[in-house]
């Protein structure tokens, strides 16, 4: 019996199984190294982005309840999205996630922004409608991306970034 390529089949295997042990090997060796190489960026004051009762201009220092009696449930709620102790920024990209059955995006405002000059919206995506929606734009997102040209705000900034409005689409009592 001749078991030539066999043996040679088998040699070819051990051989390939070795390179690809190899392989892994050095991907698993240089993932150790390379994030030490990668430089850290950190900001001195991060901030905090939050939400809040419409009006506010600082983040609440416990959860916000936003709620109404059950014989005045209005059709329509603005929610103060704020920014506290942040960096000097000249713009945000921020999305909001609710659940459309309750809450449904409706759309923004910017009036009494902390911004400063004339902000101009990059992304202005309401329930998955209007300008450059990405692809995780839906229904339930509440999509918006604004920026100055050549203006910072002063560091430490808090106030208002911008107002979400939402339509409310359950008329009954419930905890969101």
């Known amino acids: ?6 043996k ?10 070795s390179r690809t042990c190899l392989l892994i090997m050095i991907m698993i060796i240089s993932g150790l190294y390379i994030p030490r190489i990668v430089p850290l960026a950190n900001a001195a004051f991060g901030g905090e982005v939050c939400i809040a009762q419409n009006g ?19 059709s ?3 929610i103060a999205i704020v920014i506290d102790g942040s960096d000097g920024i000249n713009g945000f990209d921020i999305t909001l996630l609710t659940n459309s ?4 995006p409706a759309g923004y ?7 400063q000059g004339s902000p101009a919206a990059l992304v202005n995506c309401i329930g998955d409608v209007g300008v450059n929606c990405g692809a995780l734009d839906t229904s339930n997102t509440l ?5 100055v040209s050549g203006s910072l705000t002063t560091s430490r900034t808090t106030g208002l970034l911008f107002t979400a409005i939402y339509n409310i689409t359950i008329h009954e009592p419930a905890i969101l």
């Open 143 to 147: 999509h918006i991306s604004i920026s």
């Open 109 to 115: 405002s910017i009036a009494g922004t902390i911004l």
């Open 101 to 104: 059955t309750v809450l449904k």
């Open 56 to 74: 506010a201009t600082a983040c609440p220092t416990t959860v916000p309840l936003i709620s109404s009696s059950p014989a005045a449930i209005p």
């Open 76 to 78: 329509q709620i603005r």
């Open 8 to 17: 040679t089949a088998v040699a070819r295997h051990v051989k390939q199984s």
């Open 1 to 6: 019996m001749n078991r030539g390529p066999q």
